[in-house]
């Protein structure tokens, strides 16, 4: 059963930094490209960061330089580690990632970027 679970989500002040984690289970992480997505509440989603299979890296041009994706396979987990945090950061964040021919989401951690 494949499982996505998003953690690090809180409140922090304009250009602080959080570490949103997501960790996986039921498949082969390391085989696999890695999404993050943020969502406004009335809006669509939006890809924020992608990662495959050997470390290959992308971001939406509003987080370049402020935004990093990584992964650990030891520990079948990808991160997004977000600097210079802005209040139109504020968004729920989702992993997810395209497996064995079905779309898989995490439930989502909420991040608020406020003074």
């Known amino acids: 059963q494949v499982q996505l679970v998003e953690s690090g989500g809180g409140l922090v002040q304009p250009g602080g930094s959080l570490r949103l984690s997501c960790a996986t289970s039921g498949f082969t992480f390391s085989n696999f490209r890695m999404n993050w997505y943020r969502q406004v509440s009335g809006k669509e989603r939006e890809l924020v960061a992608a990662?495959?299979?050997?470390?290959?890296?992308s971001y939406a041009d509003s987080v370049k330089g402020r935004f990093t994706i990584s992964r650990d396979n030891a520990k079948n987990a990808v991160l997004l580690q977000m600097n210079s945090l802005k209040p139109e950061d504020t968004a729920v964040y989702y992993c997810?990632?395209?497996?064995?021919?079905?779309?898989?989401w995490g439930q989502g951690t909420q991040v608020t970027v406020s003074s």
């Open positions: 997810n990632s395209y497996i064995w021919g079905l779309l898989y």
């Open positions: 990662i495959d299979s050997v470390g290959g890296t």
